[in-house]
């Protein structure tokens, strides 16, 4: 099958409508009925300001980047950038063109 892998960089600790970003996304999707997403926090990263986030051991909340990612299809793509667009959720992504399945077929 042919869809859109969609992915999002986000602070761990930066809130949307008092809940963190990362879990806003993941809830929405989940109210669109999109079939799965995923979070995964970085153990290292920096972003468009420049400012490195590293867990270390004496920076006990270092606010690091969260990836969270989504197979959809052009449609459910596009609806889900259009509410983020309609919402003002200032954020960076990722979209590109994937083949994906299940397995055994």
């Known amino acids: 099958m042919q ?4 992915k999002f960089y986000v602070g761990e600790y930066r809130e949307h409508h008092g809940i963190l970003l990362f879990e806003w996304l ?6 669109y009925g999109f079939n799965g997403g995923t979070a995964m926090r970085a153990i290292a990263g920096f972003g468009r300001h420049g400012i490195l986030h590293e867990e270390t051991f004496l920076e006990l909340a270092a606010d690091l980047p969260v990836e969270v990612s ?3 299809s052009e449609d459910e793509a596009a609806q889900f950038l259009d ?3 309609t919402e003002g959720v200032d954020l960076f992504y990722v979209k590109s063109p994937v083949e994906y399945g299940f397995l055994p077929e």
Do not use: N
């Open 26 to 31: 993941l809830e929405c999707a989940k109210r």
């Open 3 to 6: 869809g859109i892998f969609l």
């Open 83 to 85: 509410l983020l667009q």
């Open 70 to 72: 989504f197979v959809l």
